[in-house]
């Protein structure tokens, strides 16, 4: 690879200074950075890094992924395989390993500790405390992914610690998932060796959490936001933050990454060294990675900005080969085999049909706009003919889960705050097992949406009037599509709003309707398996006082 040389303003996180300078490229990596004593019209800065990402969530491949993020100034992504594992095990992580090896961005795959993410939803595998000891030990799973588990940790659960040793014998970090803990209980939970949590939905519990030694990673996904809430702990301990994602949808991916974190950040008036250092240096070193920071000896990794407001992406480096430039599409990202598995069978009618009583209480479960977060609700039902029925005028509407791994009886509740007022919506993307899930205001367009799911092995489909109005196949492991980003997000936005035209008032009822089967965020879900009590960790009845 020839000697290259690139100008501009150079951003010193680690001195935290700014020049005017010229970065030497050789062999991929920086040899000399001088000042000239210029003035330059660019800024030349570290590349951002996503210090928490599913990249299932955005329905692309990881190479496509990788195509999508570069545009935005991200090099490098920390990811976790979660949704694949659940899906496909050791197979799933494999083949996202694999795809990764045609993207352009560099992305670092960790080994999830939670498949299956509880013992209470059907999931395709299991990765017990042995098997992770053993994946551990690749070179290419460099940390064991979010503990999800936090109340086996707090137990002292044999299995659950079993893992997180594994990693620690290793020096491999810990990811944590502890929504609500505070205090004493985060204290526990960080002594355990968990040394990250991008779950803290309000500042005092995060707080506690950088205190008893962990870095917070603050989340502005599709569905999770917790940016304005967590960004004070910039003037605090911005050597304790990161930002991340998490879970990000294709209309969002389109618009933006971790710049807009980063610009927000600014807009506020947070300094800049110290944002800067969240969205690249802290990643870096917690996690080790081979992503460079702008220095001597470092990989060619950086990016360059119009300005240091919008920060409007010009060219992006990695490795020391320009692998975006403003004006000009990346190469599309060739296609490989994709991986898949479904057995799930049609349920008959009556298997959705819940018997009751008119005067019946159910329990609901309570959607707000914006969050993962549920409300247990208990409301008197609908009958007719001695079933449960949707009740439109008062938002009460099914939701059916179905196991996608095996012929099984269906699971049915009841939700509110969805909003349509016909028709109904169905997934194959369902945290974290990633079952059927379909939620409608009839049984029929319900059971259509699930037949078109199974019919293409995995998508996202809108039924009116028993016929099938929008559909987005998702032929790998029903997860993601291996369409470039902007037909994706196209077709997303199709589908999502065909959802709106159907009543519904969500910002985007997709992605929420994706997290009513995830049993470790409070506090009312629904897996294969029945209605489910996420605060006392329970099944219970749909109907209250059995």
């Known amino acids: 690879?020839?000697?290259?040389?690139?100008?501009?303003?150079?951003?010193?996180?680690?001195?935290?200074?700014?020049?005017?300078?010229?970065?030497?490229?050789?062999?991929?990596?920086?040899?000399?950075?001088?000042?000239?004593?210029?003035?330059?019209?660019?800024?030349?800065?570290p590349g951002f890094i996503d210090s928490h990402i599913h990249i299932e969530s955005t329905l692309c491949t990881p190479g496509e992924f990788g195509r999508a993020i570069i545009k935005h100034g991200t090099v490098a992504t920390v990811s976790d395989p979660h949704e694949i594992a659940n899906v496909l095990g050791t197979e799933g992580i494999e083949a996202m390993i694999e795809h990764a090896k045609y993207s352009p961005a560099k992305i670092f795959f960790g080994l999830p500790s939670c498949v299956p993410a509880t013992p209470l939803e059907s999931s395709g595998a299991t990765i017990d405390a042995a098997l992770t000891a053993s994946l551990l030990q690749r070179h290419d799973l460099y940390f064991l992914s979010?503990?999800?588990?936090?109340?086996?940790?707090?137990?002292?659960?044999?299995?659950?610690?079993?893992?997180?040793?594994?990693?620690?014998?290793?020096?491999?970090?810990?990811?944590g998932h502890a929504p609500g803990l505070g205090g004493q209980r985060a204290t526990a939970y960080a002594a355990a060796g968990i040394s990250t949590d991008h779950e803290s939905f309000c500042i005092d519990n995060a707080w506690d959490k950088i205190q008893a030694g962990m870095h917070i990673q603050i989340r502005e996904g599709s569905a999770a936001k917790n940016f304005h809430e967590l960004i004070p702990l910039m003037h605090f301990a911005p050597e304790k933050?990161?930002?991340?994602?998490?879970?990000?949808?294709?209309?969002?991916?389109?618009?933006?990454?971790?710049?807009?974190?980063?610009?927000?950040s600014i807009d506020l008036g947070y300094d800049l060294f110290d944002v800067l250092r969240a969205a690249s240096l802290n990643p870096v070193t917690h996690y080790r990675l081979p992503v460079g920071l702008l220095r001597i000896g470092d990989p060619a990794d950086f990016i360059i900005v119009q300005d240091l407001c919008q920060f409007?992406?010009?060219?992006?480096?990695?490795?020391?080969?320009?692998?975006?430039?403003?004006?000009?599409?990346?190469?599309?990202?060739?296609?490989?085999?994709?991986?898949?598995?479904?057995?799930?069978?049609?349920?008959?009618?009556?298997a959705i049909r819940i018997q009751g009583k008119k005067g019946d209480q159910i329990r609901v479960i309570g959607v707000k706009d914006g969050s993962i977060i549920t409300q247990h609700r208990k409301r008197i039902a609908k009958t007719e003919d001695n079933a449960y029925m949707p009740d439109t005028a008062r938002d009460l509407l099914k939701i059916v889960v179905l196991n996608r791994y095996e012929a099984k009886p269906p699971a049915v509740g009841f939700v509110h705050g969805f909003g349509f007022k016909s028709g109904a919506i169905g997934s194959s993307?369902?945290?974290?097992?990633?079952?059927?899930?379909?939620?409608?205001?009839?049984?029929?367009?319900?059971?259509?949406?699930?037949?078109?799911?199974?019919?293409?092995?995995?998508?996202?489909?809108?039924?009116?009037?028993?016929?099938?109005?929008?559909?987005?196949?998702?032929?790998?492991?029903?997860?993601?599509?291996?369409?470039?980003?902007?037909?994706?997000?196209?077709?997303?936005?199709?589908?999502?709003?065909?959802a709106k035209k159907m009543g519904s008032t969500l910002t985007n009822p997709f992605i929420t309707c994706s997290f009513m089967a995830l049993l470790v965020i409070p506090a009312l879900k629904i897996s294969d398996k029945g209605l489910f009590d996420s605060e006392h960790f329970n099944f219970i009845s749909l109907k209250v006082n059995v």
């Open 429 to 498: 993307v369902a945290h974290d097992s990633h079952n059927i899930i379909a939620i409608g205001t009839n049984d029929t367009d319900i059971l259509t949406v699930i037949h078109a799911i199974i019919h293409h092995q995995g998508g996202l489909a809108c039924a009116h009037n028993g016929k099938i109005d929008s559909l987005l196949p998702l032929p790998f492991a029903g997860l993601m599509s291996d369409l470039p980003l902007e037909i994706i997000a196209e077709k997303f936005d199709t589908i999502s709003r065909q």
């Open 146 to 175: 979010e503990m999800m588990n936090y109340p086996g940790v707090l137990a002292g659960d044999q299995e659950v610690m079993e893992k997180i040793q594994a990693a620690i014998t290793l020096g491999k970090p810990v990811d």
């Open 241 to 264: 933050l990161m930002f991340c994602c998490d879970d990000m949808h294709p209309d969002d991916l389109i618009k933006g990454h971790i710049n807009l974190l980063v610009k927000k």
């Open 1 to 45: 690879m020839p000697i290259k040389t690139v100008e501009g303003n150079i951003i010193d996180i680690h001195n935290r200074r700014i020049f005017g300078g010229i970065v030497t490229i050789s062999k991929g990596r920086i040899s000399a950075v001088k000042a000239t004593g210029k003035a330059y019209d660019h800024f030349l800065l």
């Open 312 to 350: 409007h992406v010009l060219q992006t480096y990695i490795n020391g080969k320009q692998v975006f430039k403003e004006g000009f599409s990346p190469p599309q990202i060739p296609k490989i085999a994709l991986k898949n598995r479904f057995q799930a069978l049609l349920p008959p009618p009556e």
